[in-house]
């Protein structure tokens, strides 16, 4: 099940936004073997509560662009038969609104590639530099997939 929340005025949060969000997690999930009765809950926030909850959660007293907390901490991701619930991802869509000018793509492109980002951190995947590793290289495979160029 994917929950999503809009705590955000930056972008109008419609029927095809919610839509693209749940298409985007539910093929990642396919791919990563994570079963579809999993949950997920995302939240679209603004830069003011993202600045906060990075200063709480990371001591860096600015906006990023996504943070995943993890309910999957030091468990196996299959060993709960019932509820399993994967944790939260939050975006800021003014971070992605402005990502995506910068990096000259869509933003659906960057929004899909947030929300990867995100689901990849909850089912386990670290990185120390985002541009190598197993988890880019995840990344990289899923966006291919969602048939989102990479550059």
């Not at 990867?116 to 530099?129: A, K, P, S, T």
């Not at 880019?136 to 495979?141: A, F, V």
Request: contains cysteine; proline residues 3%; charged residues 20%.
């Amino acid at each position: 099940m994917i929950l999503i929340q809009n705590d955000q005025q930056a972008l109008p949060c419609t029927q095809d936004l919610l839509a693209f969000c749940r298409w985007v997690l539910t093929r990642a999930m396919i791919m990563l073997r994570v079963p579809l009765h999993a949950e997920v809950s995302v939240a679209l926030v603004d830069n003011d509560a993202m600045r906060a909850l990075n200063r709480q959660y990371r001591g860096i007293d600015k906006p990023t662009d996504v943070l995943s907390f993890s309910q999957l901490e030091g468990e196996e991701l299959f060993d709960v038969p019932d509820v399993l619930i994967l944790g939260d991802i939050v975006i800021s869509i003014e971070q992605a609104l402005a990502q995506a000018e910068s990096y000259g793509h869509s933003f659906k492109r960057e929004l899909a590639f947030l929300l990867v980002h995100g689901l990849l951190h909850l089912v386990g995947y670290e990185h120390d530099d985002e541009f190598v590793g197993p988890m880019h290289d995840r990344q990289l495979e899923i966006m291919q997939a969602l048939a989102f160029n990479t550059d």
